[in-house]
Each structure stands twice: as C-alpha cells, then as structure tokens.
C-alpha cells in the first residue's frame, strides 16, 4: 500500500472528443499506480482544472476549439513548471511536433500508441525522461539536421535565406538589403548549396514547415 502511494501518478486528460476522452480514462483507471483526477474538452477548460487539481501528467490534444492545446501548455507551464505534459495527437505534421516541443511537452505520441506504450511514456515522462514515437523521434532528427545546416549560413545569408521564404524575388531582396542583384545571386548560390537545395521551390518545400513560414 505505501508503494502505491508514494509512486501514484495524477493523470489529467484534454481532448474534444468524448469518445476519446472516455476511452483514456478507462486506460488509466485499470492501472494500480495511475489516478485518473479529471478531463477537459479545451484548452481553456484544461488551464482551469490544473489550478484546482494540479496533475503530475496531462495527456493533451493540439487541436481544439475555444483555446488549443499550444496555448494551453504555455499558460499551464508558466503557472504549474513541475507538471509533465505528452502531447497526444492523430497528426504527425513536422510544424506541430515543432511547436509542441518548443512549448516544453516532455513527450509526443499518435494517439495509435498501443496502451502498453502509452502507460510507459506516462511513468517515463513523471521520472524527468523524454518521450516520443518512433516516426517522431525519426522527425526531430530530420529538424536538427536542417536546424544545423541553417546554422552554416553567414549573417547576410540568413537574411538573404529568411526573404527568400517569404517568396521575395531577387531584385526585391537587394532593394530590401541595398546590395546589388549579383550579389544577391552569389548569396542565393551559397544558400542553396549550403541548405543542399537546387532552386527556390526546394527551399520552401524543406524549410517553411520547419520554421512555421
């Protein structure tokens, strides 16, 4: 009985569908050392309860009406910095894993996770480790990569590179930056072979989903 006292794990789910919602919390409730201690519909709902309940895990959607889950995670880290959150979705899209991450979710699942899986990412995530998919583990790697590449460029090319994403021609970046045009073509030829791209359409493709252009 101290056992399961001292290691039982407060989980709060968030999600808009109750379907969804009921079906977590009957995972959570067959599990001896996890406590199921409350659901929200939205964001809003979920920064709410966490004041009154404080969880030691949320399971949280991104996707929801009146307040998503981005914003929720923000405010309730900035109030409640202990509490751990897995961000638990049906899209695998690289700008949300991106986002999610930068919000400080301690884990990322599809909610195709097997219920062996997810009831390990929750004791991982309350014992201070990190947890992801494997698709999305295979993702942040692709991020860091590109993340470093961009890291290559000089001062002017990260200019050059930034105006480039928003789909600003070349004689448009040398008004912007007062170069001449053929030193703007010089930066772009840098760019692109540093970024490993060939032409302008390549670079959006790779990396406007990264950077959330």
């Known amino acids: 009985m101290e056992y399961q006292k001292k290691h039982l794990i407060k989980v709060m789910i968030v999600d808009d569908h109750p379907m969804v919602r009921k079906g977590l919390s009957s995972f959570i409730m067959t599990n001896k050392d996890l406590q ?3 659901e929200a519909s939205n964001g809003k709902e979920a920064v709410d ?3 009154v309940i404080t969880p030691d895990v949320i399971l949280i959607d991104l996707i929801m009406p009146v307040m998503d889950g981005f914003s929720a995670i923000d405010k309730i880290l900035k109030i409640h910095s202990e509490t751990k959150i897995i961000a638990l979705t049906s899209y695998h899209d690289p700008q949300l894993v991106n986002r999610a991450i930068k919000t400080g979710v301690k884990g990322f699942l599809l909610k195709d996770v097997s219920s062996d899986e997810l009831y390990k990412a929750i004791r991982n995530v309350f014992e201070g480790k990190l947890v992801f998919s494997q698709s999305t583990k295979e993702l942040i790697h692709h991020t860091i990569h590109e993340t470093q590449a961009i890291d290559t460029l000089t001062s002017r ?8 994403l928003e789909g600003i021609t070349n004689p448009e970046i040398a008004n912007k930056l007062h170069i001449s045009r053929a030193t703007v073509k010089v930066h772009v030829s840098h760019i692109f072979g540093k970024l490993s ?5 390549e670079l959006m493709k790779k990396y406007s989903i990264l950077l959330g252009k």
Do not use: A, K, P
């Open 36 to 38: 199921f201690v409350g």
């Open 157 to 164: 090319e990260n200019e050059v590179f930034n105006l480039l």
């Open 49 to 51: 309860l966490c004041s």
């Open 197 to 201: 791209v060939c032409n302008r359409i």
